[in-house]
């Protein structure tokens, strides 16, 4: 499992920001990568009911999250906030 531990963030809700780490990834029959994420600080909405993401499992598609390097987003956060 490649991703297995890697930090992801989605944004749902138009403004709301989850950030998360990937806990399990599979493929499924579909031929779309799904992982599970255990959220931090709080799990995304599926306001329209979209099939490309399950909150209620914890599972989401790939096309739902973006996978990010800590160190690389608090420096360009930083940029910005100086």
Known sequence: ???????????????KLSFG???SEKMRDDGWKWYRISWS???????YSKPNLDPESGWFRCDTIKFFKKN???SQINAIAS
């Open 1 to 15: 499992m490649m991703s297995v531990g890697k930090t992801v963030y989605n944004i749902s809700d138009v403004d």
């Open 21 to 23: 780490i990937v806990v």
């Open 41 to 47: 600080n709080s799990v995304p909405s599926n306001a």
């Open 72 to 74: 690389i987003m608090i």
